[in-house]
């Protein structure tokens, strides 16, 4: 798979600009950490906020250069990539999660997508032949990148008309922050694919060759068993 004739993302390697090349476990590690950090993140946002104001979300993002530890710890929506850019485009005072449902979808996910992410990450470093096990990772990533993507569909033409009327470096910076997490996620989500299908084949094989063992080991004691009646 090509992607702007910049990367090459085979079943076992990734290769950028076709010189250098990675592992694709190698780099599910990677991004499985970072992952990790983002979304772990996320939830000692829900943690913090409950513990401290009672509430699953506490989101406020009009805040000011004065603001306390609390209001800026809870101003951001990191898990999405939202340090503030939402609040310059869509003029919103809360998280897009508060006007979801008050943030408890946003925190049962959180919980969901770290969980996946941490059994995925067992899975690559103690290299287990376990497709299942790819399962959640697979799902939870892949629905996330859509939701980022129609996240990022919706907010288009705002974005660019924040761009059209407003230039400076902390909207380039928070822009570049969002654009940075969405594509890395995309990134992560399609090269886990493509090692997901290689293990497949890998697992497959070993099965197949297992079978045949098991099929020669009994033939053989058959004829074994003949020679001795013989």
């Known amino acids: 798979m090509r992607i702007l004739y910049i990367l090459e993302i085979g079943e076992r390697k990734t290769k950028c ?13 990677f991004f499985c950490i970072l992952q990790i950090i983002v979304v772990g993140c996320s939830l000692f946002q829900h943690l913090y906020s409950w513990s401290r104001f009672g509430h699953v ?7 000011t250069a004065e603001a306390t530890f ?16 939402m609040n310059i485009v869509l003029k919103m005072s809360k998280c897009v999660a508060n006007y979801l449902d008050g943030g408890y979808l946003r925190f049962f996910w959180c919980v969901e997508h770290t969980s996946a992410l941490l059994i995925l990450l067992a899975v690559l470093c103690l290299d287990l032949k376990k497709i299942w096990l790819y ?7 892949s629905s996330f990148v859509l939701g980022m993507a129609i996240l990022s569909m919706a907010t288009t033409p705002k974005i660019l008309e924040a761009i059209s009327t407003r230039v400076d470096s902390h909207l ?6 969002y654009v940075c997490g969405v594509l890395l996620n995309w990134m992560f989500t399609l090269v886990l694919w493509h090692h997901y299908w290689d293990m497949e084949k890998v697992v497959r094989s070993l099965e197949e060759n297992s079978g045949t063992e098991q099929r020669n080991t009994i033939q053989q004691r058959r004829n074994n068993q003949s020679l001795y009646y013989c």
């Open 57 to 63: 979300f506490k989101c406020n993002s009009n805040i």
């Open 70 to 85: 609390d209001e800026r710890l809870l101003a951001y929506d990191i898990v999405i990539f939202d340090f503030g850019l």
């Open 172 to 177: 380039t910076t928070l822009l570049s922050i």
């Open 135 to 141: 399962w959640p990772a697979l799902f939870m990533q």
């Open 17 to 29: 600009f076709g010189c250098l090349s990675c592992s694709n476990r190698s780099l599910c590690i």
